[in-house]
């Protein structure tokens, strides 16, 4: 363990904005008064026949007072019911706020319509079945529809409304109360003010230098910029990609001058969006200092993307551009000192805290980063703990870590792997009753390179390995080819390529398909068969016109004459139905009959993928259909922030019919692109991701549907841990080190190579699984437990030897047994694999259970229930908690039951957290995580 300070420049705070208390409401109902009552409706979703329900005042539950309202539903049919009230126009609102008590599983979406007209919603989950408070932005919508369409929310809201969708139980209630509409934005009230710097233009910060035009002579040497405009460029700037804690409110930029007169624009990135604005002049020599206000960037130029001048956070620093100025000189010197930025700070980002992991020498190496923002020193502690994939603790410990503000600190531990393909370790910081973090990092053992390098177009494994995005250099091509080897390592047989217009045929009738031709060398020189994205608009032609799609469709043909023999699946566009096609919706039908007609020409024998959807937009493709575009296969982007293996396997099936070929049968649906990222303060932890991608590739294969999936993405698409973008690989951008998510890809497509969908195997509820492999051969049984830890009692058998059993991580698994059974823990969400020769599984009796509620809140008190029959229970029992909580009791110690009383610290952070069952079973120890998620204070969404 070692600990490094670095001194990061001042950091100065102001005062809170409103300290961590709650704003005046310009709009509440808690359902006390009956007259009131009469602003809410109740719809059953009539565009999608056979819901009934009713919205009604009810006194079962209540958060405060008497009453609530009731949502409840029966669904025979129909996808939805809405509980909606009229707000009266005019308040200002900047975020909603309730209270839920949900005890059914099903989803939760929120409708709202501004005040022009046009109505958003988003959607959301969770398990805890007390009140839980939730808060709405206005931002960040899902869906929209109505009035501008556009996505750009108006005014305020004028409709709220609450929607439980058909995707859990059929019948039952969610209560409502305490409704409140809030001015400023969701989070404002429990913020600080802080001013910090966000770069230091130092020697170790990564800068290139961007030019809009030939930048001649332009050169970046830290911090001095050089622009050299002779030769044509109308900018020259320096370009990186850095996150900026919270809300920016306003900017600073202080440089040094040549007084060359041009002018001096900040960029910012917003998702897919651009932000930029000239705050400057170097209209005179020496220091300068240019200020801009931020906020909701009004004033400011947006481009690209969502396009609709809405920031999404966290904003990323991306250039500091000099424009030049026509009656300028020919060259400018700019020497850059500072830029910070005031922000409003979230009290939980108070503390940040960045860990990063790696597997060296047989050695866990876990780092972690802490910045504080908060307003005077934190006297703290730093507390971090090592697991492994079981979820069982190998080490743990704590360090008194004093932290200044502007002072940056690093702790590292290192742990030794020990056979073990997966570490990970959680920090967090404590100061007093406040608790930044949890946060993780993982350490994980890459696999050694061998591949199948057969091709096996029949596989359903693919992958967005994405050769077309390593440069045309000897290092390009030379990473190109260690990530394909990777990803064949892997089991993987299919990646998606993007056919770049622009890039191929650069000017009308000119071509250059040498990088082509040797990225498709490459795919499949390892056993990878491309299916090719033709993707987007070459500057020459008239996009979104009829000549436009003329020009496509030529250029389709020659794609596909040249590469005919060796690819045989083409798609037509990305995402046409969000902002990636800015043209009317209904043309994209004109492009894909135009392209099908092109492609077939081409290869009468090659398959064309259509519609390719963010989301499965159900609308969007009936409307493909109707206009009577043709395609072969139907393609989807089923994004999604949480699964419902069977809601999702269901979702497929319905697709694959509605697209259904002119016998009536379904038509093959594939996965195109579905994945999470692992940004920190916001994305999923490395470890829930490796389960999630596994799930994913398992429910796909598991619905019937004619299918292939490939995850997005393989290589992480930046170094920018803040950016979503940037997190969704499984191998790290700029070492392709393996994530989690990359040995889980491997032991999925690996084990289940070859081995065709048998059958679900019948374990239980709550419990998924599923059998691959022909009767007479090697066979694999998947079995695991999507919300909850569990422990399954198996009979299990097979005709020679004994049956392997393997983790998600490919990591071997030894099951207690007694009475002739297997016991075998399943951590939450996570697979585990059962691979004999003619093997089956079956369902023993239970001889061992343990029940808890599946989420709590700070503060309350969780019962774990351990059940056990014909005693295998040969020794002591103990549940270990977290630290900080404890155990209270226990209550109905006898044989067969066994109750543990655990109170949960009010200052408990939200996540998931661990306890661990130990007992001795059969001789053998048994040791078993038992997980609760606990819930936040307040749900953001």
């Not at 939805?80 to 005890?103: N, Q, S």
């Not at 440089?255 to 400057?280: A, I, K, M, N």
């Not at 029959?869 to 549940?879: K, Q």
Request: aromatic share 10%; charged share 25%; with cysteine.
């Amino acid at each position: 363990m070692k600990l490094v300070q670095l001194l990061l420049g001042a950091l100065v705070l102001a005062a809170p904005v409103s300290g961590r208390t709650d704003m005046q409401a310009v709009f509440q109902d808690g359902f006390e008064e009956e007259a009131a009552f009469s602003a809410w409706g109740f719809s059953n979703g009539p565009e999608f026949p056979g819901a009934a329900g009713a919205f009604e005042r009810s006194a079962e539950h209540a958060h405060t007072g008497r009453f609530s309202g009731k949502l409840s539903f029966d669904f025979k049919g129909g996808n939805y019911v809405h509980a909606f009230v009229h707000m009266p126009r005019g308040l200002d609102i900047g975020h909603v706020r309730f209270w839920l008590k949900k005890t059914v599983p099903n989803r939760i979406t929120v409708r709202v319509t501004d005040s022009e007209g046009q109505t958003f919603q988003k959607s959301f989950d969770y398990s805890y079945d007390g009140w839980q408070e939730v808060s709405v932005s206005l931002d960040s919508w899902a869906a929209h529809w109505g009035g501008a369409n556009d996505g750009v929310f108006r005014g305020s809201p004028v409709i709220f409304g609450v929607i439980v969708e058909n995707t859990g139980v059929p019948e039952g209630a969610v209560y409502i109360d305490d409704v409140r509409a809030l001015p400023g934005p969701a989070g404002e009230a429990g913020s600080f003010k802080a001013v910090y710097p966000v770069v230091r233009f130092g020697g170790d910060e990564r800068w290139g230098v961007t030019s809009g035009g030939d930048a001649g002579g332009s050169r970046w040497h830290s911090p001095e910029l050089y622009c050299d405009f002779s030769r044509g460029a109308t900018a020259v700037g320096i370009e990186t990609d850095v996150a900026m804690n919270g809300r920016p409110q306003s900017l600073k930029l202080r440089l040094r001058s040549d007084g060359s007169g041009h002018e001096v624009r900040v960029r910012f990135g917003s998702h897919f969006q651009t932000f930029d604005r000239v705050v400057g002049r170097l209209d005179r020599e020496g220091v300068l200092e240019f200020t801009a206000p931020m906020g909701a960037m009004k004033g400011w130029r947006f481009y690209g993307g969502e396009n609709d001048g809405i920031p999404q956070y966290p904003l990323r620093l991306t250039g500091i551009i000099v424009d030049r100025r026509e009656d300028g000189p020919q060259s400018a010197t700019v020497a850059f000192e500072s830029l910070e930025v005031e922000t409003l700070v979230p009290w939980e980002l108070g503390v940040i805290l960045e860990p990063s992991g790696r597997a060296v020498f047989r050695n866990g190496v876990f780092k972690v980063r802490l910045m504080s923002f908060l307003p005077a020193k934190a006297d703290g502690t730093l507390h971090w703990a090592v697991y492994d994939w079981a979820g069982l603790p190998v080490r743990s410990g704590s360090k008194p870590l004093p932290l200044e503000p502007g002072i940056c600190n690093e702790f590292e531990v290192t742990e030794p792997m020990a056979g073990r393909s997966f570490l990970e370790c959680r920090f967090e910081y404590r100061v007093g009753d406040d608790v930044y973090g949890p946060l993780t990092a993982t350490a994980v053992v890459p696999l050694r390179l061998e591949a199948d390098t057969k091709l096996d177009p029949s596989s359903p494994f693919g992958m967005g390995i994405y050769l077309y995005r390593y440069p045309g250099t000897p290092e390009g091509y030379a990473m190109m080819d260690r990530a394909a080897a990777m990803a064949a390592t892997a089991g993987v047989k299919w990646s998606r390529e993007e056919f770049q217009w622009h890039r191929i045929e650069w000017d009308r009738g000119k071509f250059a398909w040498d990088f082509y031709d040797r990225l498709i060398e490459t795919a499949h020189r390892h056993g990878i068969s491309v299916y090719g994205l033709i993707a987007y608009w070459s500057s020459w032609t008239r996009p979104y016109t009829q000549e436009g799609i003329e020009d496509y469709a030529r250029f389709c043909k020659a794609l596909v004459t040249r590469y005919r023999d060796r690819i045989k699946h083409w798609e037509v566009w990305n995402e046409p139905n969000i902002f990636f096609w800015s043209g009317p919706k209904e043309m994209y039908a004109d492009l894909l009959k135009a392209a099908y007609a092109a492609i077939k020409e081409a290869d009468p024998e090659a398959y064309v993928l259509g519609c390719s959807t963010a989301g499965i937009d159900s609308g969007f493709i009936q409307m493909v259909l109707d206009a009577g575009a043709p395609f072969d296969i139907l393609t989807i982007h089923p994004y999604r922030g949480s699964l419902n293996e069977r809601g999702f396997m269901k979702e497929l099936q319905d697709v694959a019919m509605l697209a259904g070929s002119r016998d009536g049968q379904p038509r093959p649906a594939w996965i195109t692109e579905m994945g999470l990222p692992t940004q920190l303060y916001g994305g999923l932890s490395e470890r829930n991701q490796a389960n999630f991608l596994a799930r994913c590739y398992l429910s796909a294969v598991a619905s019937g549907v004619d299918t292939n999936i490939s995850w997005y993405n393989f290589r992480e698409d930046g170094e920018n841990r803040y950016y979503n973008e940037h997190n969704f690989g499984v191998v790290r951008h700029a070492d392709l080190a393996p994530k989690p998510g990359y040995r889980a890809l491997a032991t999925v497509c690996r084990t289940l190579a070859g081995k065709p969908l048998n059958g679900e195997l019948k374990l239980g509820e709550g419990i998924l699984g599923f059998i691959y492999g022909k009767d007479s051969g090697e066979r694999t049984a998947v079995i695991w437990s999507p919300m909850q830890d569990a422990l399954v009692t198996l009979e299990v058998s097979s005709s020679s030897g004994t049956p392997v059993v393997r983790d998600l991580m490919g990591d071997a698994v030894r099951p207690v047994q007694a009475r002739g059974c297997w016991l075998l823990p399943l951590a939450a969400g996570s697979p585990v694999f059962i691979t004999g020769q003619k093997l089956e599984v079956k369902p023993g009796r239970p001889l061992l259970s343990v029940e808890t509620r599946g989420a709590v809140r700070p503060g309350e008190d969780v019962e774990v229930i351990v059940r056990q029959s014909g005693a295998p229970v040969t020794g002591a029992m103990n549940l270990l908690p977290p630290t900080g909580w404890t155990v209270s009791g226990v209550r109905g110690d006898t044989p067969a039951r066994r109750s543990f009383v655990v109170r949960i610290p009010e200052n408990e952070t939200r996540g998931r957290k661990e306890m661990l069952l130990k007992a001795d079973v059969g001789g053998s120890q048994l040791a078993l995580p038992v997980g609760v998620e606990v819930m936040p204070a307040v749900l953001e969404i």
